[in-house]
């Protein structure tokens, strides 16, 4: 059973935009804080951002100042806004609970290339 739908992700160029989405059902959404992960190839799965049932949002050092996640109660999503976008900031995105509960779903590449 899919549990998260992610959607948004895209080749941009350095410096560029890209808006993570991420559908879930209303007894997950409703219950848990959510988070935003990544890999990239070689890599561990890392927590990127997350935000509890209230609003709090805590991100890794790494993205501070340039990804901002969100979410909306009433259509059970997710996001991730990810503005000047980096090398570095390519992987596959994945949103699941924090911490994990649940399988991943398929992710959505995000590649920052020139």
């Known amino acids: 059973q899919v549990q998260f739908v992610e959607s948004g992700g895209g080749l941009v160029q350095p410096g560029g935009s890209l808006r993570l989405s991420c559908a879930t059902s209303?007894?997950?959404?409703?219950?848990?804080?959510m988070g935003w992960y990544r890999q990239a190839p070689g890599n561990q799965r890392e927590l990127v951002a997350h935000i509890t049932r209230d609003g709090i949002t805590n991100y890794r050092d790494s993205v501070k100042g340039r990804f901002t996640i969100s979410r909306d109660n009433a259509k059970n999503t997710v996001y991730l806004q990810m503005n000047s976008l980096k090398p570095e900031d390519t992987a596959i995105y994945y949103c699941?609970?924090?911490?994990?509960?649940?399988?991943w779903g398929q992710g959505t590449q995000v590649t920052v290339s020139s």
């Open positions: 699941n609970t924090v911490p994990d509960r649940y399988s």
């Open positions: 209303r007894s997950i959404f409703s219950i848990y804080a």
